[in-house]
């Protein structure tokens, strides 16, 4: 009864001691006076045992790695909201696709480590990185460049659009596409895939009687803003279709961006989806 009291103790004093997210494999060793360490934390002290400072070898602790797949631990996100409990090895994986998850800052042009749920990121995005906010499900927003031939990589978000009780990201940026230039507008979602899934939305440029059309699913902020350009997800207007669309002299770059989001809802008497579009 004691060596499993001070065995349970031992583990969880131990399993707490490191960051779980980076621990992803069963390795708890035991220097040569007994002292146990887990494999992710030999490898940060550099194979020395912080307690009594001789190296460590690959002495492995059966019993207590026995007593670590018997715990039942809950998710690291509980405070976020998340009531899950796992054995302690799935508790990892759990917790790497956990919904409760913070999110990322979807800012682009910069890198920006902020992370938070929803609220916290719509007031960072607002005070911090002075985006515009705009209550509406429609766009309309104009790009002006007066050297259309210089091209750099250059991405702005335009606004944050709170619609059916959700915030939306407005992205658009120019950039090379190999050795053309293009110019890219995309929607992002700040919520999970699932709930992404519940919207459309459509972009249209165009200009002296002709215009380009994109309708689609806005991608969830948990997909990066670079992994949603580089799919090409979104509006892509290139260079020469651009400049027709300015018109005039084809010396100024003039590009008027529109559309709307709409919810997707089930009919209940067909049973098919039906766009709900907001006032």
């Known amino acids: 009864m004691y060596t499993s009291v001070v065995s349970l103790f031992t583990i969880r004093r131990i399993l707490g001691s490191f960051d779980t997210a980076r621990y ?12 146990t360490l887990c494999s992710t934390c030999k490898v940060r002290v550099h194979n020395r045992c912080p307690t009594c400072r001789q190296e460590l070898g690959d002495i492995r602790c059966l019993a207590l790695e026995k ?75 104009r790009y002006v460049k007066s050297n259309p031939r210089e091209v750099e990589n250059a991405t702005w978000m335009l ?40 919207y459309s939305y459509s972009l249209l440029v165009g200009g002296n009687g002709r215009k380009l059309v994109w309708e689609g699913t806005p991608r969830s902020i948990r997909d990066s803003h670079r992994k949603v350009r580089d799919s090409h997800d ?30 997707e809802q089930q009919n209940p008497d067909g049973g098919v989806c039906i766009p709900n579009l907001c006032n």
């Open 67 to 141: 007593v670590a797949e018997s715990l039942e631990l809950p998710c690291k996100y509980f405070s976020l909201g998340c009531p899950e409990i796992f054995p302690y090895y799935s508790k990892v994986k759990h917790e790497a696709l956990c919904n409760f998850r913070p999110y990322n800052c979807p800012y682009a042009g910069l890198e920006c480590s902020i992370v938070g749920d929803i609220p916290y990121l719509v007031n960072h995005l607002r005070d911090d990185h002075k985006v515009d906010m705009h209550s509406g499900c429609t766009f309309n927003h």
């Open 24 to 35: 992803t494999v069963a390795g708890l060793t035991l220097c040569h006076n007994g002292h």
């Open 234 to 263: 979104g509006l892509v207007i290139q260079r020469n279709m651009a400049l027709f669309f300015s018109g005039g002299d084809r010396k100024e770059l003039k590009l008027r961006v529109t559309g709307p989001i709409w919810k």
């Open 159 to 198: 606004t944050v659009c709170n619609c059916f009780g959700h915030y939306f990201c407005l992205h658009f940026e120019a950039f090379q596409l190999g050795m053309a230039p293009v110019y890219m507008a995309f929607l992002r979602f700040m919520g999970d895939e699932t709930e992404a899934r519940n």
